[in-house]
């Protein structure tokens, strides 16, 4: 007798094989399980040949970096000295610019959702940048306030803005389906931004507004501690990383971040409009997935 699903498990389900499907998954088959997949050098050979092959020049609010072919590894090497691109001491030295705060020492798991209303009570009605002239809402973060796993975009949009919550829009449907297709739910993660306020027109956030509003989202890093942290495109990779660099040196591999894992990925909006780069997102994600001992897909 074929088992019957019901209509909310068939939907989520259609909408991850969409996404596979996006990604040009369309085999699944089981080969025998080995462990050392998911920790050994293998599976790093594996991630980097799933990555990148040249991808198109990329422009648009989202995408300050250019994409490019992936470096090899000696001009990866090069691209990440501080200052190779003469950048960082530009992010440093702009108005607003204050160093990242201190790690804060570890939250028990019981008291983060506290801890991270402690925080939201802190911003309160917002008036320190300029952005809260425009906002609807402050779009403070949303999920599992202990995740393993959280994700970082770069400000709210209209959709974001009226509803108070992060990444709700056409983005976030397709950041549902990158989670989905990591086998988690959005509701295991926690969603937050740079900037709290959306900046008009969708415009990427200026230096001052974007250093004035990350101490808060550090803070909310701290309190979470997840144990992998996903940037979603340059604006959340620059803030958090503290220098502008082109998103093909900092993707596909882990940086070491306040004692957690950070992963560099495209913007799912960048993906919206090429969804020729989605391959090169998931292969992001399957390292995200990796650091966190998931199971990926066609591996047993
Ligand atoms: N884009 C972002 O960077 N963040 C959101 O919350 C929505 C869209």
């Avoid at 295991?188 to 200026?206: F, H, L, Q, S």
Wanted: aromatic share 6%.
């Amino acid at each position: 007798m074929p088992r019957t699903l019901d209509p909310a498990t068939r939907g989520a389900l259609a909408e991850r094989m969409r996404f596979y499907r996006d990604l040009g998954l369309t085999e699944f088959y089981r080969r025998p399980a080995d462990p050392a997949l998911l920790n050994g050098q293998s599976e790093d050979a594996a991630a980097s040949e799933a990555a990148p092959g040249a991808s198109t020049a990329n422009s648009g609010e989202h995408q300050a970096a250019p994409s490019q072919a992936p470096a090899a590894p000696e001009a990866a090497a090069l691209a990440i000295q501080p200052n190779f691109f003469g950048e960082e001491s530009a992010i440093r030295s702009r108005k607003g610019f204050q160093a990242p705060p201190q790690i804060t020492p570890a939250v028990p798991p019981a008291e983060r959702a506290a801890a991270l209303k402690l925080i939201r009570d802190e911003i309160g009605d917002c008036t320190r940048c300029a952005l809260h002239t425009g906002r609807h809402s402050i779009v403070f973060g949303e999920g599992d306030s202990a995740a393993r796993l959280m994700f970082v975009g770069e400000g709210p949009g209209a959709d974001e803005d009226a509803q108070g919550l992060p990444f709700v829009g056409r983005a976030g449907q397709l950041l549902n389906n990158m989670i989905a297709a990591m086998g988690l739910k959005r509701e295991e993660c926690y969603i937050a931004n740079v900037v709290k306020c959306r900046p008009p027109g969708n415009r990427t956030p200026d230096p001052e507004e974007a250093h004035t509003c990350s101490p808060f989202l550090f803070r909310q890093i701290d309190v979470v501690r997840p144990q992998v942290l996903v940037a979603l495109g340059a604006t959340a990779a620059t803030y958090l990383l503290g220098a502008r660099q082109p998103l093909a040196a900092l993707r596909g591999r882990v940086h070491a971040f306040r004692g957690m894992s950070l992963i560099v990925t495209y913007h799912p909006a960048f993906l919206l409009r090429d969804p020729r780069q989605k391959k090169e997102a998931w292969a992001d994600l399957q390292i995200a997935m990796k650091e966190l001992g998931l199971r990926l897909p066609g591996r047993g």
